[in-house]
């Protein structure tokens, strides 16, 4: 498989990288030896790049492959977190739960409002000091937003960008494809290394995932592409595409997507409102409802909802 140097960081990542969230509690719940074999086949058939995130709640799927698996792996997190005490206990937690003496990338996570770099400026200070520290390679941004990808990618603190990008422009803030596209050319113009989420719209685009990668490789630009799998047959068929060979064929059923329900336990109190970046959730007779056309399964309801009555099923 290719590999490719990420902006001027020295990190060479696989074209494939391992998008853990689909198997965390947010949707399938895998155990972590489950999730783990799953990553560490990946890891043995030639993925070396994983992304994570600390509300993915997958860190102990990653340390079990990582335990088992002796090669180089090039790790990236994230956190949501605001201060710089909340980022400092965030980035000593992940090194702790990993087991790691270096995280390689760590991103301000969720960057949807349009100055984190201003109002998480704690958040972003704790990162660069772990960075001066060695403790953590590379600083990064993980959004949805076109504007905070032009921001960031101008912004001289910060070496990784990760935007939100695919062909039908679903989940994108500020604009649609046009617009992202144009922000993460000014982004790898200034040196940054990028690498892309949601290239298949959060499974809206399943059923066709060669063109959808395609895309965001020549299109957008960015050949290292963040996939989430949860079975041996989508690895196969991913690392088949990545590697440009026949990708074999995996039955998709009408009804393989993952959707987001609401449960009868749902008070209607509005906080999933909040973290929709996708703008599909409203609130009708007193219970949420999620618009499952536009919804990314990106969990972040799931996870905020104090009555656990939001499942990706």
Same mark, same amino acid.
Request: charged share 20%; with cysteine.
């Given at each position: 498989m290719d590999q490719y140097f990420l902006g001027n960081t020295?990190?060479?990542?696989?074209?494939?990288?391992?998008?853990?969230?689909?198997?965390g509690p947010l949707q399938a719940g895998l155990s972590a030896e489950e999730g783990g074999r799953l990553i560490l086949e990946a890891l043995e058939k030639g993925v070396n790049f994983i992304d994570t995130a600390e509300i993915y709640a997958t860190y102990p799927h990653i340390k079990w492959?990582?335990? =088992?698996?002796?090669?180089?792996?090039?790790?990236?997190?994230?956190?949501?977190?605001?201060?710089?005490?909340?980022?400092?206990?965030?980035i000593e937690k992940s090194l702790d739960a990993l087991g790691r003496d270096q995280i390689e990338i760590f991103h301000l996570h969720a960057s949807r409002d349009s100055e984190p770099l201003v109002n998480r400026a704690g958040a972003l200070e704790a990162l660069l000091e772990y960075r001066s520290k060695g403790l953590i390679k590379a600083v990064g941004l993980a959004t949805h937003s076109a504007n905070v990808v032009r921001k960031g990618g101008a912004d001289p603190r910060l070496d990784i960008i990760f935007p939100l990008i695919n062909r039908l422009g679903m989940g994108i803030l500020d604009g649609g494809?046009?617009?992202?596209? +144009? +922000?993460?050319k000014e982004a790898k113009d200034n040196g940054k290394g990028l690498y892309a989420m949601k290239a298949l719209a959060g499974g809206h685009l399943i059923k066709d995932v060669a063109n959808s990668i395609n895309f965001v490789k020549n299109e957008a630009g960015i050949p290292v592409i963040a996939v989430g799998m949860l079975r041996r047959e989508e690895l196969e068929m991913n690392l088949a595409i990545f590697e440009? =060979?026949?990708?074999?064929?995996i039955p998709i059923a009408d009804n393989y997507r993952k959707r987001a329900k609401v449960t009868f336990l749902c008070k209607a109190c509005g906080r999933c409102l909040k973290v929709c970046h996708s703008e599909a959730i =409203?609130?009708?007779?007193?219970?949420a409802v999620i618009d499952n056309t536009k919804c990314i399964l990106c969990g972040y309801c799931s996870r905020e909802c104090p009555e656990f009555a939001i499942r990706i099923i």
């Open positions: 020295g990190l060479k990542v696989s074209a494939l990288c391992f998008g853990a969230l689909p198997m492959a990582l335990e =088992r698996y002796g090669g180089p792996v090039v790790l990236a997190t994230k956190s949501a977190a605001v201060s710089y005490q909340e980022m400092k206990e965030a494809v046009p617009e992202m596209i +144009a +922000a993460i440009g =060979r026949p990708a074999p064929s =409203r609130i009708v007779n007193e219970k």
